[in-house]
Nanobody, 126 residues
Framework: QVQLVESGGRLVQAGDSLRLSCAAS????????MGWFRQAPGKEREFVGG????????SYADSVKGRFTISRDNAKQTAYLQMNSLKPEDTAVYYC???????????????????WGQGTQVTVSS
């Protein structure tokens, strides 16, 4: 079992930056690829980005590429989502999730993730 707790979400202005954190406890954090997903009201949960267990490889949704950066610190058992140049359309509940380490081709697949945090609200005002 892996427990995930997100933090850092809040109300910001368009153009601002924000960093979300995902603290893990339980099984060895470095055994898992990590993903960030978001869900806006009335919409399906969507992939934002993911990072391999080693931190070497990352993948991003086109909508956030160049603005968001995912990183991880395995010693601290924490993953991060740095969000820059935020837009109102980035408003959503953001979730981190963990999946058993595997091919990067699977990192976008929501069904592959075994563990989820409770989510943190990010609101971007125009």
């Amino acid at each position: 079992q892996v427990q995930l707790v997100e933090s850092g979400g809040r109300l910001v202005q368009a153009g601002d930056s924000l960093r979300l954190s995902c603290a893990a406890s339980g099984r060895t954090f470095s055994s898992y690829d990590m993903g960030w997903f978001r869900q806006a009201p009335g919409k399906e949960r969507e992939f934002v980005g993911g990072i391999s267990w080693s931190g070497v490889s990352t993948s991003y949704a086109d909508s956030v590429k160049g603005r968001f950066t995912i990183s991880r610190d395995n010693a601290k058992q924490t993953a991060y989502l740095q969000m820059n140049s935020l837009k109102p359309e980035d408003t959503a509940v953001y979730y981190c999730a963990a999946k058993t380490a595997g091919p990067m081709s699977r990192i976008t697949m929501i069904g592959r993730y075994d563990y989820w945090g409770q989510g943190t609200q990010v609101t971007v005002s125009s």
